[in-house]
T-cell receptor, first 113, second 109 residues
Framework: IAGITQAPTSQILAAGRRMTLRCTQD?????MYWYRQDLGLGLRLIHY???????GKGEVPDGYSVSRANTDDFPLTLASAVPSQTSVYFC????????????FGPGTRLTVL | GQNIDQPTEMTATEGAIVQINCTYQ??????LFWYQQHAGEAPTFLSY??LDGLEEKGRFSSFLSRSKGYSYLLLKELQMKDSASYLC??????????WGAGTKLIIKP
């Protein structure tokens, strides 16, 4: 692994289904983030984690949950997917939570029907 | 509320210079970032400004005026590979990034 990876690359999901997007980094970064990117809108923060064992809510957390059991992994779960969650999801990491460059994964394109 | 404004789209000619502006109103300010995002790819870091003035990095420069809530990204000697979206983001008082919608830059030969 080099950098930050996400899985799956893309997914089509039926409404009401549960889905977990995976994110793994090998840079030993303390902070990790989940964003969604929609056409015409800026990246919007869903959840973040400043260090392993802690998580926080971003701008648009409803319908999503995260966990940070260790430094490397930061999965994002949609408990019951809805069509408005159709988006491109980016995971990112940085050395610290403040004023540090964020490194982004390649993204997951999720379609909820 | 928090707001980041940048033009939706700009067009420039290969070899020329282009300036992409960003204005912001946020709850606190801990720095301003510029990222580049090619279509279908992830954003990648270009620059970070926390003090007023110009930061130069090769063909790219970024300027900040905190009193005016204004920044610009200057791209010189444009190349076709510079065709991308350029994202302005401000770090607020909670150290979270507030992102603009991005400026799509189209380079013509």
């Amino acid at each position: 692994i080099a950098g930050i990876t996400q899985a799956p690359t893309s997914q089509i999901l039926a409404a009401g289904r549960r889905m977990t997007l995976r994110c793994t980094q090998d840079m030993r970064h303390n902070a990790m983030y989940w964003y969604r990117q929609d056409l015409g809108l800026g990246l919007r923060l869903i959840h973040y984690s400043n260090t392993a064992g802690t998580t926080g809510k971003g701008e648009v957390p409803d319908g999503y949950s995260v966990s940070r059991a260790n430094t490397d992994d930061f999965p994002l779960t949609l408990a019951s997917a809805v069509p408005s969650q159709t988006s491109v999801y980016f995971c990112a990491s940085s050395e610290g939570p403040a004023s540090d460059e964020q490194f982004f994964g390649p993204g997951t394109r999720l379609t909820v029907l | 509320g928090q707001n980041i404004d940048q033009p939706t789209e700009m067009t420039a000619t290969e070899g020329a210079i282009v300036q992409i502006n960003c204005t912001y109103q946020t709850s606190g300010f801990n720095g301003l970032f510029w990222y580049q995002q090619h279509a279908g790819e992830a954003p990648t870091f270009l620059s970070y400004n926390v003090l007023d003035g110009l930061e130069e990095k090769g063909r790219f420069s970024s300027f900040l005026s905190r009193s005016k809530g204004y920044s610009y990204l200057l791209l010189k000697e444009l190349q076709m590979k510079d065709s991308a979206s350029y994202l302005c983001a401000v770090e607020d008082s909670n150290y979270q990034l507030i992102w603009g919608a991005g400026t799509k830059l189209i380079i013509k030969p």
